[in-house]
């Protein structure tokens, strides 16, 4: 395994993870977005007012994205213990 081969699993690690967090990180800055808009226009400040709606939406967005998420999980890790076989030549 040479420098190329480590660069390349590290890449592929650092995008894997961005494509899996990245709907929840999303749509948690979506709606963080609009509560904010939200309590600026009602002046309403209370401070556990974002927390619940960000909550849930994440908690929807990982039910519904959830079998997609282990999906790309399960192919990097397929993809991880293949490299690891042709290196210990099993």
Do not use: H
């Not at 977005?33 to 990982?62: G, M």
């Amino acid at each position: 395994m040479n420098d190329v081969t480590v660069v390349a699993i590290i890449r592929q690690g650092v995008t894997t993870v961005l494509t899996v967090a990245g709907p929840m990180l999303g749509v948690g800055m979506i709606i963080g977005l609009l509560v904010s808009i939200f309590q600026a226009t009602t002046q309403i400040q209370e401070q556990t007012l974002t927390f619940i709606p960000k909550l849930l939406a994440v908690f929807f967005t990982l039910v519904l994205c959830g079998p997609w998420m282990l999906r790309v999980l399960v192919d990097f890790t397929t993809e991880l213990f293949s490299y690891l076989s042709q290196l210990s030549g099993w």
